[in-house]
Antibody, heavy 125, light 108 residues
Framework: QVQLVESGGGLVKPGGSLRLSCAASGFIFSDYYMSWIRQAPGKGLEWVSYISSGGSTIYYADSVKGRFTISRDNAKNSLYLQMDSLRAEDTAVYYC??????????????????WGQGTLVTVSS | SYELTQPPSVSVSPGQTARITCSGDALPKQYGYWYQQKPGQAPVLVIYKDSERPPGIPERFSGSSSGTTVTLTISGVQAEDEADYYCQSADSSGTYYVFGTGTKVTVL
């Protein structure tokens, strides 16, 4: 079945760095756009970044632009998020999610399904 | 930045109908999507492309769109539907994704 498993979360000091990973299985990873979405404790969902299937198109939310870098390795069925210059307000559960759906003939994008279980990032001194 | 607005909370008795609205200026151009999130769990897609229901989602979940508002309707609400619900869409260019503010559905 389709599965996404995040890893790499933890406690980091303000100004520090962390790299999140998302391992995908059960679908043709290289066909799909992928996104990172986060949720601060007790708060709502915030889209962070997406990357196209081949990695040539990347967008970031303004709140992380210039500090976070999304990437992927289609040979390893893996998605990554490099987070630098971390701030307290980056504290959140980070989810990876598959974007849209691909049939045998075409792909449609714009929604997230499924999501991984999330990994907690805590930025605190 | 672009925003999607939802009511903070909706309360409904079992068996009744819950309606959750989501308003945004780009919704006439962009599809709306809906997610259910229960405590401690990842969100689950319940409606895509305004009104389509993914496999495995009960028929009591439906979606509609009119102008700058998309609506999630839960007919015959059950206790297990108590959760947070988020709408999601994109800005007018389709470049940036955005989530709504979230609605907590309480089953009385």
């Amino acid at each position: 079945q389709v599965q996404l498993v995040e890893s790499g979360g933890g406690l980091v000091k303000p100004g520090g760095s962390l790299r999140l990973s998302c391992a995908a299985s059960g679908f043709i990873f290289s066909d799909y756009y992928m996104s990172w979405i986060r949720q601060a404790p007790g708060k709502g969902l915030e889209w962070v970044s997406y990357i196209s299937s081949g990695g040539s198109t990347i967008y970031y939310a303004d709140s992380v632009k210039g500090r976070f870098t999304i990437s992927r390795d289609n040979a390893k069925n893996s998605l990554y998020l490099q987070m630098d210059s971390l701030r307290a307000e980056d504290t959140a559960v980070y989810y990876c999610a598959r974007d849209g759906y691909c049939s045998s003939t075409s792909c449609s994008y714009g929604w997230f399904d499924p999501w991984g279980q999330g990994t907690l990032v805590t930025v605190s001194s | 930045s672009y925003e999607l607005t939802q009511p903070p909370s909706v309360s409904v008795s079992p068996g009744q109908t819950a309606r959750i609205t989501c308003s945004g200026d780009a919704l006439p151009k962009q599809y709306g999507y809906w997610y259910q999130q229960k405590p401690g769990q990842a969100p689950v897609l319940v409606i895509y492309k305004d009104s389509e229901r993914p496999p495995g989602i009960p028929e009591r979940f439906s979606g509609s769109s009119s102008g700058t508002t998309v609506t999630l309707t839960i007919s015959g609400v059950q206790a297990e539907d108590e959760a947070d619900y988020y709408c999601q869409s994109a800005d007018s260019s389709g470049t940036y994704y955005v989530f709504g503010t979230g609605t907590k559905v309480t089953v009385l």
